[in-house]
């Protein structure tokens, strides 16, 4: 479907001769010769871009593009000025105008700057369509800390919910990075512990010493240091739930009175004597894996079981790329709130590079890389240049040979199906590479006969 563009200016010629340029770019033109007759047509046909002199008799350049601006707010608006009136044009930019160009017309910038704002707008749907694709997925999931729609991240939400309402102990595994403790969030949150205390123990953060009093607790003089009595974590989570980051970690000690609390209920403070029952439920994580840490003696395996009634395994970013976006999106709404940044999304090349990583860091990675991106970013798109090299030159890594004496058509053609090819036949992901939306991605299929090839 052909773009369309309004062109408006008072003088016949320069109004007929963009007109004419502009058909030849492959838009679709619509003329007026003045403000009024301008502002008319907006109102009453589909324009994407508006080209408009600065002085016009009736309703002048200023005047409309303030009626823009305050109506339809994304249609971009290209302000032509003759030089005594730059001042007046920059002027105008301040009013929402995207650029301008002085007369007489260079019109090889001036079609890069229409191609530019189009993309820009382009962008800056894309963009809102994922805001709104993340509310939806929050909404349908009832929770807005976990993101995605791809089949393994939708399996893992169900069975979240499934298990949530249960007491069985949980076992979250997964690389480094993948959200395992925001798998335990929503553990808690979605049962009916929910209202209870949740308390979260990040096992490789102390020493075997330090963490025994931590889980447990301690009577006063139990130890140097040790002036008054303190409750431990277990007590702490009573009625509630506790989460025992990097289970994998903890000394043999530790796991022997943690299998007594998981089987007993019960436990003593360190230094003390007196028997205390609890009733938590206990989920932990680690990144390890754990029989092969029972085949070396470093794990119990009859905690091993205790703690693995149910085993949620967190899947890497590089298994779920059809996530990629959903979070970069995400991210970058609330970094650019945060550092005050009107960005509107990100380049085509910038999603290609976001794609093509393998992410070993997962989304602590991604995440790190999009704030980054919005600090480095100096306009209000996200470039391949803005993204931290070593995930910018993943953009590079990935290219097609075309020969010298083919057509734009075959061209086209190519890059469509190794695009294709490249996100695993998946042809919406393809399309957000592309920079096409799903519908024009059809059409290019059936023209080229790409589906019965």
Known sequence: MKRTILIADDEKNIREGLGMAMELEG???????DGTEAWNLINSQTVDLVISDLRMPGLSGEELLKKISGAYPRLPVVILTGHGTIESAVTAMRDGAVDFITKPVNLDRLTLLVKRSLDNRDLYDQHQQLQEEVKQLRARTKYDKIIGKSSKLVRMMDMIQQIAPTKASVLITGESGVGKELVSDA???????SSGPFIKVHCAALSSSLLESELFGHEKGAFTGAVSQQKGRFELADGGTIFLDEIGEISQATQIKILRVLQEKTFERVGGEKTLSVDVRVISATNRNL???????NFREDLYYRLNVVHIDVPPLRERKDDIMLLSTSFLEHFAKENNKPIVGFSNRARNALFTYDWPGNIRELRNCVESAVVMSRGTVIEVEDLPPIVANAETDVRITLPVGITLAEAEKELIVNTIARNGGNKSKAAEVLGIGRKTLHRKLQEYQIEKE
């Not at 553990?187 to 512990?193: A, L, W, Y």
């Open 27 to 33: 838009y679709a033109v619509l003329l007026a010769a």
């Open 187 to 193: 553990i808690h949150d979605f049962s009916t512990r």
């Open 291 to 297: 029989q092969e840490e029972i085949a070396k003696g």
